[in-house]
């Protein structure tokens, strides 16, 4: 015979209850900080190969271009995109390296504080 009374008493069952909003809080952060990156991602790398000519057909002229010290530019966009810690909102650095003849060869995303961007 179970000894356990049942309903459980109130204060066990809250602190349970508590216990699984919590959990279940973290895992949607979890779930929705990875769907965000990877897609991200995704896009940032599908660029590697491509030509700098091409992207700026499709994004438009580069925020600044700087060299990357190897004969290459270095193509930066900044653009306003969801960010989990700050109010859901949060500028992107997003940086395109391409070697001399146009080809991208590296990428990369920064968060930066709006003081940092340099239009």
């Known amino acids: 015979m179970n000894s356990r009374p049942?309903?459980?008493?109130?204060?066990?069952?809250?602190?349970?209850?508590?216990?699984?909003?919590?959990?279940?809080?973290?895992?949607?952060?979890?779930w929705l900080g990875s769907c965000t990156t990877a897609s991200g991602d995704q896009v940032m790398q599908s660029w590697v190969g491509d030509t700098s000519a091409h992207l700026i057909q499709s994004w438009g002229p580069a925020d600044e271009q700087s060299t990357d010290g190897?004969?290459?530019?270095?193509?930066?966009?900044?653009?306003?995109?969801?960010?989990?810690?700050?109010?859901?909102?949060?500028?992107?650095?997003?940086?395109?390296?391409?070697?001399?003849?146009?080809?991208?060869?590296?990428?990369r995303v920064d968060k930066v504080e709006l003081s940092q961007v340099h239009r």
């Open 70 to 107: 190897q004969g290459g530019t270095v193509f930066v966009y900044y653009r306003n995109d969801s960010c989990i810690d700050v109010n859901f909102k949060c500028t992107l650095r997003k940086s395109f390296y391409a070697h001399e003849n146009g080809e991208i060869y590296f990428w």
């Open 6 to 30: 049942w309903p459980p008493e109130p204060t066990k069952l809250v602190g349970f209850l508590e216990k699984i909003v919590f959990v279940a809080g973290l895992l949607v952060l979890l």
